[in-house]
């Protein structure tokens, strides 16, 4: 079974930053995608970031790019996000995502497993 674990987000200032991860336990795949989204209070889900174990490609959405930065750890099961530059409209919950046997491609047609999700406000 595969479990997602996000870390603890927070509250921020606009313009600071914070660090999420995501610890993936029982990906037992050679290839994958993890994948970062957020949905903002009354507001649709978006697909963050995202990046391949087969290549190390990246993706992210227009909202974020130039601020955040999405790595994996030594184990390439673990994903972070480091986000920066924060703006208040970055509030939102995050969820840690994967998809085995595909690159970041899929974020865009459903992704197989969850983490719980995580809250991060950014205050004005």
């Known amino acids: 079974e595969v479990q997602l674990v996000e870390s603890v987000g927070g509250l921020v200032q606009a313009g600071g930053s914070l660090r999420l991860s995501c610890a993936a336990v029982?990906?037992?795949?050679?290839?994958?995608?993890l994948g970062w989204f957020r949905q903002a209070p009354g507001k649709g889900g978006e697909a963050v970031s995202c990046?391949?174990?087969?290549?190390?490609?990246?993706y992210y959405s227009d909202s974020v790019k130039g601020r955040f930065t999405i790595s994996s750890g030594n184990a390439k099961s673990t994903v972070y996000l480091q986000m920066n530059s924060l703006k208040p409209e970055d509030t939102a919950v995050y969820y840690c995502?994967?998809?085995?046997?595909?690159?970041?491609?899929?974020?865009?047609?459903?992704?197989?497993?969850w983490g719980k999700g995580t809250l991060v406000t950014v205050s004005s």
């Open positions: 029982g990906l037992a795949f050679d290839v994958y995608a």
């Open positions: 990046i391949s174990s087969r290549n190390g490609s990246t």
């Open positions: 995502a994967a998809h085995p046997d595909y690159d970041c491609h899929i974020i865009f047609y459903g992704m197989d497993y």
